[in-house]
């Protein structure tokens, strides 16, 4: 492994089949995720996609749960006068 590559965390020989899997959590929203996927719920269920990337729904308001469908954007306005 060079230095460059010892300093990102990756390897660049041909004996290294790993590669993780990219998580990133997105405050106050989603949890963006390298797909495609397959999500296990609670109650074993199983739902999947095929997108590049996947937003998990991290605040249980998405109706497409879960996926994030963007509720997590909505929020009580304030009276402005
Ligand atoms: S995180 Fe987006 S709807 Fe829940």
């Known amino acids: 492994m060079n230095d460059e590559a010892e300093e990102l965390g990756t390897q660049d020989d041909s004996t290294s089949a790993r590669q993780d899997r990219r998580v990133r959590i997105v405050a106050g929203g989603p949890i963006m995720v390298e797909g495609p996927v397959q999500v296990e719920l609670p ?31 909505r929020r009580c306005r304030r009276n402005r006068q």
Not at 44 to 52: E, F, I, P, Q
């Open 43 to 73: 109650d074993g269920t199983v739902a999947s996609s095929d997108r590049v990337v996947v937003a998990l729904c991290g605040c249980r308001r998405s109706s497409i749960y879960p996926f994030c469908d963007t509720s997590h954007r």
